[in-house]
Antibody, heavy 118, light 106 residues
Framework: QVQLVQSGAEVKKPGASVKVSCKAS????????ITWVRQAPGQGLEWLGR????????QYAQKIQGRVTMTTDTSTNTASLDLRSLRSDDTAVYYC???????????WGHGTLVTVSS | DIQLTQSPSSLSASVGDRVTITCRAS??????LNWFQQKPGKAPNLLIY???SLHSGVPSRFSGSGSGTDFTLTISNLQPEDLATYYC?????????FGQGTKVEI
């Protein structure tokens, strides 16, 4: 069945970078995009952006534009999120999500907690 | 950015009740509206897409309606396992945005 297995929790200092990975299985990787969503502790859901797995085209939320890079490795069916210059308000659970045409988020990874603290 | 406002922010209901959650968009989004359920400590799950289409495997007691700016998620015959926070989300344009959530207590 469909699985999105994410990398483990991270603790980072302010100003550092973090890379969260998401390995997909159980479906044809190139048939769906990957969207990234985060959720700060006790808060709602925030869309971070999306990558087209076929051509690598990306769309990023303006809030993190310039600090974020989304990539895919089609040889391993893995998507990755790189976030740089971390701040305390980047502390959140980060989810990778399988998406259909960027419109329908039908399968979610289990989430990766990223904690930014000095 | 399109703002989505959910009401109520929280509600308490009994098993067997009919529950209605509304989501209002700051501009027309046609039917590009999805609903998610998030249980405590878990990732969200898709319930409804395109305003009224039931996602595969979702119980038929969940239904969605609406178009334009006003949308509704209805849970008929509320069950104990429906304890969760429910979010609406628009896919009309980017950035995709979510409502602030409605917490359902039983």
């Amino acid at each position: 069945q469909v699985q999105l297995v994410q990398s483990g929790a991270e603790v980072k200092k302010p100003g550092a970078s973090v890379k969260v990975s998401c390995k997909a299985s159980g479906y044809t990787f190139l048939s769906y995009g990957i969207t990234w969503v985060r959720q700060a502790p006790g808060q709602g859901l925030e869309w971070l952006g999306r990558i087209n797995t076929n051509n690598g085209n990306t769309q990023y939320a303006q809030k993190i534009q310039g600090r974020v890079t989304m990539t895919t490795d089609t040889s391993t069916n893995t998507a990755s999120l790189d976030l740089r210059s971390l701040r305390s308000d980047d502390t959140a659970v980060y989810y990778c999500v399988r998406d259909w045409s960027g419109e329908i988020f039908d399968w979610w990874g289990h989430g990766t907690l990223v904690t930014v603290s000095s | 950015d399109i703002q989505l406002t959910q009401s109520p922010s929280s509600l308490s209901a009994s098993v067997g009740d009919r529950v209605t959650i509304t989501c209002r968009a700051s501009q027309s989004i046609s039917s590009y509206l999805n609903w998610f359920q998030q249980k405590p400590g878990k990732a969200p799950n898709l319930l409804i897409y395109a305003a009224s289409s039931l996602h595969s495997g979702v119980p038929s007691r969940f239904s969605g309606s609406g178009s334009g700016t006003d949308f509704t998620l209805t849970i008929s015959n509320l069950q104990p396992e429906d304890l969760a926070t429910y979010y609406c989300q628009q896919s009309y344009n980017t950035p995709r945005t979510f409502g602030q959530g409605t917490k359902v207590e039983i």
